[in-house]
């Protein structure tokens, strides 16, 4: 048995799952990632995603973005088979959420497809993600996808 923490642990949840999100996103935006920042992008996605599983008011949406972002890590680190992996459970998440974030479990993985060099899996997952935002009302959040959509085009 855990010894009760001497702070609020749901609060801390709370933050830490902000807060290494953003630093991910931070890595996310750099053009170059030293060796050094693609380890720290990497622990700082799994730590965020971590910290919303503990997270008493975590929603399969919550999820579903941050088992994309690992998904999209893992992707940029080249690392198809892992980047698959959690865009498979971002996917999973996402399955009675809008459609906006089902279009993004299909962009993830669509861009573990490319990085695993499977084209036919690209093409397949690519589809379903614009199939997904032509239902996204909110033209922000199309434009976002789509943008997102640009470079996985088979």
Request: with cysteine; proline share 5%.
């Amino acid at each position: 048995m855990s010894p009760t923490p001497p702070f609020d642990l749901g609060q801390a949840h709370r933050w830490f799952s902000a807060d290494f999100f953003n630093r991910t996103w931070g890595y996310l935006d750099q053009d170059e990632l030293s060796c050094e920042d693609s380890e720290r992008m990497l622990s700082a996605a799994h730590a965020s995603l971590a910290h919303w599983q503990e997270r008493d008011d975590a929603t399969p949406q919550n999820l579903s973005i941050g088992y994309w972002q690992v998904s999209r890590v893992y992707a940029v680190l080249e690392l198809g088979e892992m980047a698959h992996r959690y865009g498979v459970l971002s996917l999973l998440s996402a399955e009675d959420e809008p459609p906006f974030y089902r279009a993004y479990a299909h962009e993830a993985l669509a861009r573990a497809a490319k990085v695993a060099g499977n084209p036919e899996r690209q093409r397949e997952h690519f589809e379903k993600a614009l199939r997904c935002a032509e239902e996204v009302a909110d033209k922000d959040d199309r434009a976002l996808l789509e943008t997102d959509l640009v470079d996985l085009r088979p």
